[in-house]
């Protein structure tokens, strides 16, 4: 039997007042260049799925939140090569700082509903009607 080694990733969906979420867009050169996504990343050795997302937010968007301020939502597993992803999605409503876009392309705010129209990894896909029903 072979063994897949899982790829934790942890993403934040950051809503702002009038219910939209934060999409990123992945830069050329990347994996899945182009397609809009969940800001966040890989968690590394020795970190909390928590202090890696507070971590990435901070590398990422140059926001700081709290742990305290994550509340888990959702989850997605997916095949991604010879890996397989397992994608914790977070909720976050509070942080300091305005998002820029310091790794992607361009930053977007979107309600769920919206996400349908824009190209998305395909772990995200089921993750946007669980999300539509939170916030
Ligand atoms: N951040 C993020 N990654 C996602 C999402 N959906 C999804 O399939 N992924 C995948 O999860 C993996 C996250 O890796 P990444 O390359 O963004 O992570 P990272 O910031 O640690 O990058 P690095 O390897 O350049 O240091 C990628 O394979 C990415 O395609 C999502 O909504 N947000």
Same mark, same amino acid.
């Given at each position: 039997m072979t +063994?897949?080694? $899982? &790829?934790l990733v942890v993403a934040a969906a950051l809503v702002d007042a009038d219910g939209r /979420?934060? !999409? %990123? %867009?992945? $830069? $050329?050169g990347k *994996?899945? *260049?182009g397609l809009w996504e969940f800001p966040g990343g890989k968690v590394e050795t020795d970190e909390? $799925?928590?202090?890696? !997302? +507070?971590r990435e937010l901070e590398e990422e968007l140059g926001i700081r939140t709290h742990a305290s301020c994550l509340a888990p939502a959702a989850f *997605?597993?997916? *095949? &991604?090569?010879d890996r397989h992803l397992l994608l914790l999605l977070? /909720?976050?409503r509070k942080w300091q700082g305005l998002p820029q876009a310091r790794h992607a392309t361009e930053l977007k705010w979107a309600r769920p509903s919206q996400m349908y129209a824009l190209e998305m990894p395909p772990a995200d896909l089921p993750l946007i009607g669980l999300l539509d029903s939170l916030i």
């Open positions: +063994i897949i080694s $899982p &790829l /979420v934060l !999409l %990123q %867009q992945r $830069p $050329p *994996a899945m *260049a909390t $799925p928590e202090s890696a !997302l +507070i *997605a597993s997916e *095949a &991604l090569g977070y /909720v976050c």
